[in-house]
């Protein structure tokens, strides 16, 4: 139900943008959040959009990056710019997706995608 895409290997300074597309039978999406998992370290929170685009981003990558959401395409971005090699980790969307038109929800994880950033 969620594709995540975008990553790939980037040297620092550089910029990549993630989608996170919801597919099938959906009546709506709620917020969404991109997360991040470096190798040894616990997932954390990198940003979030609700359906009103009120955004919140964690203070590492305040001014970087930019969540946006493209709900004609039921897609949501990650434009991630001035990368730093502690950005590397596999990135994961998360959203609350509304599954019947009577407003039934479900949450959701994309199956993550890889950035890593060269020094």
Known sequence: QLQASGGGLVQAGGSLRLSCAASGTIFGIDAVGWYRQAPGKQRELVATITTRASTIYADSVKGRFTISRDNAKSTVYLQMNSL????????????????????????????????TVSS
């Open 84 to 115: 730093k090699s502690e950005d590397t980790a596999i990135y994961y969307c998360n959203a609350e997706l509304v599954i019947t038109n009577y407003g039934t929800r479900r949450n959701y994880w994309g199956q993550g995608t890889l950035v």
